[in-house]
């Protein structure tokens, strides 16, 4: 007899195996695989039904939702086997001088079969020690450090006070635009038609059918590469999270051809030729020296009458995403600085608005120029931290 998940019945179920699922998904993505929005509403459903709890049901199901690639299948068993029964690997414990305690996030019943362990628990794994895992499911081997890293991912900016520490934080941040780009560049999208067919699609599609096939869906690289203008807000309140967004904006600049930069405070600053140096220290140095004032106030609106004036008609097409990244205080008139998102939103696809703000306890956007910019935001995000940035990817892959 296969084995069988312990899902919880009490009233906070639901609660619980929506958190486990949302850990799972992060641990996929982890792992290099394309899991967006769409795979998750999918996997809810599925994980609703009354079949849930059989694994020899789940797997194959989740198998089919979350593995788009050849490679996605030989590693999928592998992983789900780890988060969902405990087989073959360990929780990653984060590193902080103290010594481990044993992972709670799979509890053994009295017949040998898991169940869901309680909120918060870790919802990461790597391998274990000893022979039997010495070759990782990712075919790279485990890294040293890699507690550490997972841990860095995680921590605030303001928060990173250890000169290695914040280098690691810029290393980490360019990486990240390295890999969304390689990523992103790789998406392909439906059609009825096509050289490729769309297996995971296809699939998805026979669910109302009764899982037959009725419609087979082919895929294709996407035509127009999506266009990236960030926008970086470089004063003083921002100054605990500049230096790491213009490593990541370097990243995003030197490997985004379709990509642009500026800097704003008190005047906004097209930096994108010293951003494509290759040299991330070299690039930084020309920037400052561009961006001469930089840490002073902010006139959001002004630099987006700028923006707007001088700049938009060159770099925004159909086809562009503006992300701005401030905290939203603005010693402007927020009627000028609404004026200006109202012009910007009618040229431009989206206008994404991380604000690193969001990540703290109890934040709410209260601020007058926050106030006028939201009503023409698609997307508002935090920025905190690595981890607020890579969960950016599945929502640019959608534009």
Not at 30 to 51: C, H, M, Q, Y
Not at 146 to 172: C, N, V, Y
């Amino acid at each position: 007899m296969g084995a069988v998940l312990r899902l919880p019945t009490d009233h906070d179920a639901g609660e619980l195996v929506r958190s486990r699922l949302a850990g799972f998904v992060r641990n996929l993505r982890d792992n290099g695989f394309l899991v967006g929005l769409s795979e998750t509403r999918d996997a809810l459903k599925i994980i609703a039904g009354p079949d849930a709890s059989r694994v020899s049901l789940l797997r194959p199901a989740f198998r089919a939702l979350f593995c788009a690639r050849p490679s996605d299948w030989e590693r999928f068993d592998d992983i789900f086997n780890a988060y969902w029964l405990g087989h073959g690997m360990k929780s990653v414990v984060h590193v902080s001088g103290e010594p481990p305690k044993a992972s709670t996030s799979l509890r053994k019943s009295g017949d040998g079969a898991p169940s869901l362990g309680k909120p918060g628990t870790p919802d990461r794994t790597e391998r274990g020690e000893g022979k039997e895992h010495d070759n990782p499911a990712d075919g790279r081997g485990r890294r040293e450090g890699a507690s550490t890293t997972d841990s860095l991912e995680k921590t605030d900016f303001r928060h990173i006070a250890d000169p290695e520490q914040m280098e690691e934080a810029h290393r980490l941040a360019e990486r990240l635009s390295r890999e969304m780009r390689a990523r992103l560049t790789r998406r392909e999208r439906a059609r009825r038609s096509g050289p490729r067919l769309d297996l995971r699609r296809t699939i998805h599609r026979s669910i109302a059918t009764g899982g037959t096939p009725m419609e087979l869906v082919h895929r294709h690289r996407m035509d127009k590469p999506l266009r990236l203008v960030v926008l970086l807000d470089a004063s003083g309140s921002m100054s605990l999270y500049s230096s790491v967004f213009l490593r990541f904006m370097h990243g995003v600049v030197d490997h985004f051809r379709e990509a642009e930069a500026f800097l704003f405070h008190t005047r906004l600053v097209h930096v994108s030729d010293a951003l494509r140096e290759k040299d991330a220290a070299r690039a930084v140095d020309r920037m400052s020296l561009m961006a001469q004032g930089v840490g002073g106030g902010t006139k959001i609106g002004e630099s987006l009458k700028t923006f707007n004036t001088w700049h938009a008609k060159r770099v925004i097409t159909s086809r562009t995403a503006v992300m701005i990244v401030s905290d939203g205080y603005d010693t402007g008139e927020p009627e000028a600085l609404a004026n200006e998102m109202r012009a910007l939103r009618r040229r431009c696809r989206r206008i994404i608005w991380l604000n690193p703000m969001i990540g703290w306890d109890n934040y709410s956007p209260e601020a007058r120029g926050m106030q006028a910019a939201m009503p023409y935001i698609d997307l508002f995000a935090p920025a905190h931290n690595l981890e607020s940035l890579q969960a950016l990817e599945p929502y640019l892959a959608r534009i």
